[in-house]
T-cell receptor, first 111, second 113 residues
């Protein structure tokens, strides 16, 4: 079983739709949580960190449930430009910080 | 803005060749990483360097070595390239003491024939 698991998708949604992705992690020692966005053939870029209280950045809302060990990302009013792969990332301290990447969820927003 | 530069965007090599992948960052970050990304497997850590001349094996170091002689430069070396090393290689850097934000280079797509 992978330490960070995501539904690979693709999620095909119309413009303007609301879409949610979940991610589960298995190591309870995980300390920090992130969503990265990766466009086709490009490098990953930080979309947002995920805090225990939940956090919002414009149309994007991230939530963390430590008890159930999952992280979610909600995208409201989807735009064509949101089409990308969304990587769930967790980090924990093992001498130094280690980052564990999910394999990503692919989103296609359709006109 | 932080810039992480990888020397080549695409590289084609033959089996058995020695391959050097170079990565340079301009933000004085102590920590640098090499990952490979393969479909269905996500990003996997090959090697990590926490400072000059310091290195630590990641999850899949076999067949690779690294060099960090200067703070800004972290090189990944394939001593004898094999076809199963065909992959996207991503370099990243991070400031020590923060859990936040890995800065990635644009990646090198390596094909070993």
């Amino acid at each position: 079983r992978k330490e960070v698991e995501q539904d690979p998708g693709p999620f095909n949604v119309p413009e303007g739709a609301t879409v949610a992705f979940n991610c589960t992690y298995s190591n309870s020692a995980s300390q920090s949580f992130f969503w990265y966005r990766q466009d086709c053939r490009k490098e990953p870029k930080l979309l947002m960190s995920v805090y225990s209280s939940g956090n919002e950045d414009g149309r994007f809302t991230a939530q963390l449930n430590r008890a159930s060990q999952y992280i979610s990302l909600l995208i409201r009013d989807s735009k064509l430009s949101d089409s990308a792969t969304y990587l769930c990332v967790v980090s924990r301290l093992t001498g130094t910080y280690k980052y564990i990447f999910g394999t990503g969820t692919r989103l296609k927003v359709l006109a | 803005d932080v810039k992480v530069t990888q020397s080549s965007r695409y590289l084609v090599k033959r089996t058995g060749e020695k391959v050097f992948l170079e990565c340079v960052q301009d933000m004085d970050h102590e920590n640098m990483f090499w990952y490979r990304q393969d479909p269905g497997l996500g990003l996997r850590l090959i090697y990590f360097s926490y400072d000059v001349k310091m290195k630590e094996k990641g999850d899949i170091p076999e067949g690779y070595s690294v060099s960090r002689e200067k703070k800004e430069r972290f090189s990944l070396i394939l001593e004898s390239a094999s076809t199963n090393q065909t992959s996207m290689y991503l370099c990243a850097s991070r400031l020590t003491g923060t859990q936040e934000k890995l800065f990635f280079g644009s990646g090198t797509q390596l094909s070993v024939l």
